[in-house]
């Protein structure tokens, strides 16, 4: 087994950021991301607000699934709308008002289906973080807004690892152009209305509960299926694969430390390393106990070669450092995905 090379992390504790009994909204709470965030809030004694589309970009059967984890707890309540829709986010923050952080999370995904439904990501990113920052500036003790940006916005930039004082002005699709505009839009909004916000750019997330329009739910997939695995950029591929319990351990300990005042804030989360797609795949065979059927194809529009995330600050200013390499949690996530599609 290999380990990671980090600094040790600081203790993250809730009692940095004391919410009392008020309120966390959590949009795009049937996501993957957004679920394990609901539900480590709700592990440590919060009330959740979540708020998602349940949207049919992929199969909302799993978005379902996650949602009935969470109402499992009382302290749980769910609304089922867009966060472009103003009068449901308007409604919802007025129903309520003890909302003292949000947690946003709700988003079109995919670099590729970007190229496919442009539209769907200037709605959902765009239009849907400027409603999200309209109903927070409604919530009379609203301390901190924590959003998820993606590493997608480092485009074509070719000096890695990535880290977030980089230039981002080349972008390689439209969806890292919704990102980086919410970042713009944050820095605005502090400026114009006082508030507090973080932006978390996160690197190639996976883990149980992941997304089945993303890679390493592909490729698992295909090898049980006994099915070929499109690799592209002839393979010459390297990702900062990010396990999703250290991506809700980085959640949460943003969350949990706003800034002292107005401000806007960046940070990277991803693994630190980045790794050869290929030995992803090697380590998917081996917990699977088949090979995998691979096709070599050329470099798609919006693809990125390489990426690695520099958190130097991250962990200086959250006490956050990842703790999960590959080769422990490409098993964890095979073994979810055994136990989920019975294979």
């Not at 959590?26 to 480590?40: D, L, P």
């Not at 199969?59 to 309540?77: E, Q, Y």
């Not at 695995?229 to 694969?241: A, E, H, M, Q, T």
């Not at 995998?292 to 194809?297: C, G, N, P, Q, V």
């Amino acid at each position: 087994m290999r380990a990671i090379a980090t600094k040790s992390p600081l203790p993250i504790s809730a009692a940095a950021f004391q919410i009392e009994s008020m309120t966390v909204l959590v949009t795009g709470a049937a996501g993957f991301i957004g679920y394990h965030v609901c539900q480590a809030l709700l592990a440590r004694g919060e009330t959740v607000l979540g708020i998602d589309n349940l949207s049919p970009y992929y199969d909302p059967a799993l978005k379902r699934a996650r949602l009935d984890g969470l109402r499992a707890s009382n302290h749980f309540t769910f609304v089922e709308a867009s966060v472009a829709d103003r009068g449901a986010m308007r409604a919802a923050v007025d129903g309520h008002p003890d909302v003292a952080g949000i947690i946003h999370l709700a988003a079109q995904a995919g670099v590729r289906h970007s190229l496919v439904d442009p539209y769907a990501y200037v709605e959902a990113n765009v239009m849907g973080h400027l409603v999200v920052l309209e109903a927070a500036r409604r919530l009379p003790d609203l301390r901190h807004i924590v959003y998820a940006s993606s590493s997608s916005v480092y485009g074509a930039n070719t000096k890695t690892p990535f880290a977030v004082g980089d230039p981002v002005d080349h972008p390689r699709s439209l969806y890292a152009v919704t990102k980086r505009a919410d970042e713009l839009m944050s820095e605005a909004y502090v400026g114009l209305y006082g508030l507090r916000l973080s932006g978390l750019r996160f690197f190639t997330v996976y883990g149980p509960w992941g997304r089945p329009d993303m890679a390493p739910y592909i490729f698992c997939k295909s090898i049980f299926a006994g099915e070929t695995i499109p690799i592209y950029n002839l393979g010459l591929v390297k990702r900062d694969f990010s396990y999703i319990d250290d991506i809700t351990r980085g959640v949460l300990a943003c969350y949990d430390r706003p800034p002292a005042g107005p401000a806007h804030r960046l940070y990277n989360l991803g693994g630190n390393r980045s790794e050869d797609l290929m030995q992803f795949i090697a380590l998917l065979e081996q917990a699977i106990g088949k090979k995998a059927h691979t096709e070599l194809r050329p470099a798609e529009p919006g693809d990125m070669p390489e990426t690695c995330a520099d958190i130097e600050a991250t962990t200086r200013e959250l006490g956050w450092a990842p703790t999960t390499a590959i080769e422990d949690g490409v098993p964890r996530f095979v073994q979810w995905f055994r136990q989920y599609h019975g294979c």
